[in-house]
């Protein structure tokens, strides 16, 4: 059962545009969200997490924003670079459990 | 603080054999998950340990099994290995249950 939907599950996007990836969530109980970045042959690494008593966390060019009623939570990645071109993963956690959507490849074209 | 190891990185074996997988997680976290990745599939959750003992079991056949020692380490046995077993196996620690993974580079199988 997949508790974690994530869309698109591919992404083009021109070097300096806006990149955004949505997830959308099924269970309330889930209290930590989480993104994850991985480039070929390397594990995910930890990009940026939320927490839903905010909507909205900036970390450089990397924004979670956060719908609580909607259950939904998404990445921008502003002023995209070639450098980002990775797959995303989104994933949402609570205690003794984390759940990770599909993933999305994001190719950004110089 | 070093990060998640897994060993070895890469690992060729033949229909029917088994495989152990190991992985060393970082100091002073307690929770390690192991993952299935495949090209299309996500991270497909296959078991978590805590404190030496299986918490959360995801859907794999009982040819796949783990344990976790005492020190955290954990170790990821798949048995009368298939085609399909093949893959990037990703193995993750983190302090608490359901707190923040931090992965290892994984462990890719091909199983011929």
């Known amino acids: 059962q997949q508790q974690v939907k994530q869309s698109p599950q591919s992404l083009i996007v021109q070097k300096g545009g806006i990149s955004i990836i949505n997830c959308a969530y099924e269970?309330?109980?889930?209290?930590?969200f989480p993104w994850y970045q991985q480039f070929p042959g390397k594990g995910p690494a930890l990009l940026i997490a939320?927490?839903?008593?905010?909507s909205e966390k900036k970390e450089g060019r990397f924004t979670i924003s956060f719908n609580k009623s909607a259950k939904q939570f998404s990445l921008h990645i502003m002023d995209s670079q070639p450098g980002d071109s990775a797959t995303y993963f989104c994933?949402?956690?609570?205690?003794?459990?984390?759940?990770f959507g599909a993933g999305t490849r994001l190719t950004v074209k110089p | 603080k070093a990060g998640v190891t897994q060993t070895p990185r890469y690992l060729i074996k033949t229909r029917g054999q088994q495989v152990t997988l190991s992985c060393s997680p970082i100091s002073g976290h307690r929770s390690v998950s192991w993952y299935q990745q495949t090209p299309g599939q996500g991270l497909q959750f296959l078991f978590e340990?805590?404190?030496?003992?299986?918490?959360n079991k995801g859907n794999f056949p009982g040819r796949f099994s783990g344990r976790q020692f005492s020190n955290s380490r954990s170790e990821m046995n798949v048995s009368t290995l298939e085609l399909g077993d093949s893959a990037l196996y990703l193995c993750a620690s983190s302090l608490r249950q359901g707190w923040t993974q931090y992965f290892g580079p994984g462990t890719r199988l091909l199983v011929l």
């Open positions: 340990y805590f404190s030496e003992t299986q918490r």
């Open positions: 269970n309330t109980a889930f209290d930590y």
């Open positions: 939320i927490r839903p008593d905010v």
């Open positions: 994933a949402a956690s609570k205690t003794n459990d984390m759940r």
